[in-house]
């Protein structure tokens, strides 16, 4: 989704202070991510983060 707002970007039909936000956010869900992973690694635990999961048909269909 982040790649279309940037194409969008590029196309000039979403403004630049738009696109900023977006990814101000996007970095922010980044740094939570990896805080949590941090945490569940040092507490051995294996952590259940909703956008980090794949869907069972993915995980199945990416296997080489």
Same mark, same amino acid.
């Given at each position: 989704? +982040?790649?279309? !707002?940037?194409? =969008?970007?590029? #196309?000039?039909?979403?403004?630049?202070?738009?696109?900023?936000? %977006?990814?101000?956010?996007?970095?922010?869900?980044?740094? +939570?991510?990896? !805080?949590?992973? =941090?945490?569940? #690694?040092?507490?051995?635990?294996?952590?259940?983060?909703?956008? %980090?999961?794949?869907?069972?048909?993915?995980?199945?269909?990416?296997?080489?």
């Amino acid at each position: 989704e +982040l790649q279309q !707002v940037f194409d =969008e970007l590029r #196309a000039g039909s979403i403004k630049h202070k738009e696109v900023s936000e %977006l990814t101000n956010c996007v970095g922010k869900m980044i740094g +939570l991510a990896k !805080v949590q992973l =941090e945490y569940h #690694a040092l507490r051995k635990e294996i952590p259940n983060i909703l956008f %980090l999961s794949a869907p069972k048909e993915a995980k199945a269909t990416s296997k080489p």
